[in-house]
């Protein structure tokens, strides 16, 4: 079993910064994938990042790509997702998921999730 808890949303002006955390505990952490999904109102769940627990690789979708970064600590148990520059249409619940096995950008293949958290970027 993994528990995941995601911090950090806010309100932030267009063109501001947020980091999130995803605190991550539970066993078996060499096998996991983790990634931040978005949620706006009305709309499916959308990739935005990911990242291996071991070796640290990642990937980053278009929309968020040379914006956001997503890491990891393993020695704190925790992934970040550092967000620069926001835009209005970044506004939605955003949530770290987890499962085992290989980085994949469709929200069906992980098994874990945490509560969500919101983030909302005014014009």
């Known amino acids: 079993q993994v528990q995941l808890v995601e911090s950090g949303g806010g309100l932030v002006q267009a063109g501001g910064s947020l980091k999130l955390s995803c605190s991550v505990s539970?066993?078996?952490?060499?096998?996991?994938?983790l990634a931040w999904f978005r949620q706006a109102p009305g709309k499916g769940r959308e990739f935005v990042a990911a990242?291996?627990?071991?070796?640290?690789?990642?990937v980053h979708s278009d929309s968020v790509k040379g914006r956001f970064t997503i890491s990891r600590d393993n020695a704190k148990n925790t992934m970040y997702l550092q967000m620069n520059n926001l835009k209005p249409e970044d506004t939605a619940v955003y949530y770290c998921?987890?499962?085992?096995?290989?980085?994949?950008?469709?929200?069906?293949?992980?098994?874990?999730w945490g509560q969500g958290t919101q983030v909302t970027v005014s014009s």
């Open positions: 990242c291996t627990w071991i070796g640290g690789n990642t």
């Open positions: 539970g066993r078996a952490f060499d096998s996991l994938a």
């Open positions: 998921a987890a499962r085992r096995g290989d980085m994949n950008i469709i929200p069906g293949r992980y098994g874990y």
